[in-house]
């Protein structure tokens, strides 16, 4: 068992977190990951501490998870990628495959103790009123999802009167009272102090889409977590975004490896200069979140500079963290 730090982004406000796409905004990503979170850190490092010389440096410094949903004093974590085996029950009697599969496939959030058990290479029994859309909870009762989406039409002014007034679709999410997400870190002492203060001002500026309307903004609160990492396994699982060296590559034995990969790119918009925030940083492909990968070797990762080939003198780099935080798993969990 090995305890890490986390930190709860709590009472947070309706937030939109962008799929990527330009003006796709009826859309929602349905987690905030890591390299933005890591991203918008170090931006509000610089804009709020001056300390713009050693953010490449600052971003290899720790890893963070992506941010996952927590209701009460449970904690939820990603299902792992692949084939999820179960054993499901409705009261006494054991249901049959057929029967619950699909309502598997719709799984994305597990409970932490279920969580821990199936990196384990442990195979639980659940009841079938566990299963609540993508929430697989720990036990039967009263079972609300984390979080409820809801799709709003606003309108984009136009910038002269020549220009018609755009109407769009805006999709935002709530959390109810008591849910809310939450990152997980290996960071400790000193640089978990300065990443829970970072955390404070990032939530008074709001994250995603909509913070000109107050959205995304929340308050933190620092607790720890027990994960049961499988220190005799035999693969590892993903819990950030993951950019891996060049000398790691080989390292991952993909064909035994189930993953993910996403392009990840979007607008230079934790610019501190307003005229560059216009600007398309490059993209890059990244792994991602319950990735599980056949390796024990120790994987790295790097953070990556993004910045777009444009002549101003103000011109900075920028940053995008591919720092993986991993947990050792069994591998007949895959």
């Known amino acids: 068992m090995k305890r890490y730090n986390i930190i709860k982004l709590k009472n947070i406000t309706p937030v939109h977190i962008s799929v990527g796409k330009d003006k796709d905004y009826d859309f929602a990503e349905t987690i905030l990951h890591s390299d933005v979170l890591s991203s918008a850190l170090a931006a509000i490092r610089v804009i709020f501490k001056g300390k713009d010389d050693d953010v490449k440096e600052f971003l290899s410094s720790f890893a963070l998870s992506s941010a996952y949903p927590f209701r009460g004093g449970d904690l939820f974590l990603p299902k792992p990628l692949g084939r ?3 054993d499901v029950y409705e009261g006494t009697k054991r249901m049959e495959e057929v029967n ?13 103790g279920l969580w821990n058990d199936i990196i384990q290479g442990m195979r639980p029994v659940v009841d079938i009123r566990q299963i609540n859309g993508e929430f697989l909870f720990s036990q039967t009762g009263e079972q609300r999802e984390c979080f409820r989406s809801e799709v709003v039409q606003r309108v984009s002014v136009a910038k002269n009167e020549a220009e018609d007034n755009t109407p769009f679709f ?97 607008f230079m918009a934790g610019s501190e200069h307003e005229n560059l925030r216009h600007l ?21 990762g790097k953070v990556e500079d993004l910045r777009p080939e444009y002549n101003n003198g103000r011109m900075h780099a920028v940053y995008r963290s591919g720092k993986p935080l991993f947990i050792p798993i069994k591998r007949n969990v895959l």
């Open 100 to 112: 619950y599969r699909k309502r598997l496939k719709k799984l994305k959030f597990l409970h932490i």
């Open 280 to 300: 398309r940083k490059k993209s890059i492909y990244m792994f991602k979140p319950s990735s599980i990968f056949a390796t024990c070797e120790p994987l790295c």
């Open 84 to 86: 999820m085996d179960v």
């Open 170 to 266: 805006f999709e935002r999410r709530f959390f109810s009272n008591d849910s809310s997400l939450y990152v997980i870190t290996d960071a400790e002492g000193d640089l978990f102090d300065e990443l829970f203060e970072l955390f404070e001002l990032l939530g008074q500026e709001g994250i995603g889409s909509g913070k000109s309307i107050g959205g995304g903004q929340f308050e933190v609160e620092r607790d720890t977590v027990d994960i049961n990492a499988a220190e005799d396994g035999n693969a590892q699982i993903l819990l950030s975004m993951y950019l891996p060296q060049r000398e790691e590559m080989e390292k991952l034995n993909l064909d035994e490896s189930v993953f993910e990969i996403a392009l990840r790119g979007g």
